[in-house]
């Protein structure tokens, strides 16, 4: 299965866009992305997926190059409450990487 | 709240005894997964079940586990002869694979410490 690559962390100022790469050059036609977090001692969330187009949600959108490659989690409007891991995961056998460390700033 | 529920939240054992761990699914999932992490890491995968077919085994997860799933429904996670070194959180999912998609659903948890 395809395997992921994520940044380990990334800043953001609260109230402003939060922009999450993941690059999955591996991927198969099939296979769809699927991003999750988790906060602190948590179990982690599903946030959204994808297979082909951009999608959104009331979490997130996500953005999926033509070609399939990389694709983005964007959250608009970053609060304190979005500071979490994120993980970028392709296919259906779910294995997680280290995922991104989001920090939100005030 | 995501509808999986883990029981129990915390374990403090001694090495060398035998614990159980269950989770209870969204009901209408067909997919049960089981996760361990440990600090500063994702979850690993250990094992899946379609249903109460356990379809695949981590190499991570040695003789002395062993999960079931009887019925289709919850699932319980035992270790024995705990070491140390499976001190983590244990992570529960499921999911309902339909079409190709398969988004899963986390419990809670169960944190392990072996002392």
């Known amino acids: 299965d395809a395997k992921t690559t994520q940044p380990p962390s990334m800043d953001c100022a609260e109230g402003r866009a939060a922009n999450l790469p993941c690059n999955h050059s591996?991927?198969?036609?099939?296979?769809?992305v699927y991003w999750y977090r988790q906060i602190h001692s948590q179990g982690p969330q599903y946030i959204i997926h994808g297979l082909k187009n951009n999608e959104t949600n009331e979490m997130a959108s996500l953005i999926i190059t033509e070609d399939r490659k990389s694709s983005t989690l964007i959250l608009p409007h970053a609060t304190l409450r979005d500071t979490a891991v994120y993980y970028c995961?392709?296919?259906?056998?779910?294995?997680f990487g280290a995922g991104t460390r989001l920090t939100v700033k005030p | 709240d995501t509808g999986v529920s883990q029981d129990p939240r915390h374990k403090i054992t001694k090495r060398g005894q035998n614990v159980t761990f269950r989770c209870d699914p969204i009901s209408e999932h067909n997919r049960l997964y089981w996760y361990r992490q440990t600090l500063g890491q994702g979850p690993e995968f250990l094992t899946y079940f379609q249903n109460e077919a356990q379809l695949e085994k981590s190499r991570l997860l040695s003789d002395r586990f062993s999960a079931e799933r009887p019925k289709g429904s919850f699932s319980t996670l035992e270790i024995q002869r705990t070491e140390q070194g499976d001190s983590a959180m244990y992570l529960c999912?499921?999911?309902?694979?339909?079409?190709?998609?398969?988004?899963?659903?986390f419990g809670p948890g169960t944190r392990l410490t072996v002392l």
């Open positions: 995961i392709v296919g259906n056998d779910m294995r």
């Open positions: 591996t991927i198969s036609g099939n296979e769809y």
């Open positions: 999912a499921s999911s309902l694979v339909a079409g190709g998609r398969n988004e899963q659903f």
